[in-house]
Nanobody, 119 residues
Framework: QVQLVESGGGLVQAGGSLRLSCAASGSIFRLNIMGWYRQAPGKQRELVASITSGGSTNYADSVQGRFTISRDNAENTLYLQMNSLKPEDTAVYYC?????????????WGQGTQVTFSS
């Protein structure tokens, strides 16, 4: 079992910044991929960014150049630095983890943290 706890969401204004954190605990497999997903009201959950345990990153086109994903493997913590925030970034942001090993993928999710654009 893996537990994920997000923090850092809140209200943000145009062009503002936020930093999300996700603390992972439990049976963390050495080879894994962690990521941030988001879900806006009435929309499907979508991938924002992901990072492998080796540090390779992947971003959605909508956040490329504005968001930066990073991780501290020693602390089992995932981060998402969000800059130049836009109204369309309003969503619940979820931390995700899955182990990379033989067999079917099993995803673990955090409870989510709300990011709301304030005009």
């Amino acid at each position: 079992q893996v537990q994920l706890v997000e923090s850092g969401g809140g209200l943000v204004q145009a062009g503002g910044s936020l930093r999300l954190s996700c603390a992972a605990s439990g049976s963390i497999f050495r080879l894994n991929i962690m990521g941030w997903y988001r879900q806006a009201p009435g929309k499907q959950r979508e991938l924002v960014a992901s990072i492998t345990s080796g540090g390779s990153t992947n971003y959605a086109d909508s956040v490329q150049g504005r968001f930066t994903i990073s991780r501290d493997n020693a602390e089992n913590t995932l981060y998402l630095q969000m800059n130049s925030l836009k109204p369309e970034d309003t969503a619940v942001y979820y931390c995700n983890y899955y182990a990379v090993r033989g067999g079917p993928r099993y995803d673990y999710w955090g409870q989510g943290t709300q990011v709301t654009f304030s005009s």
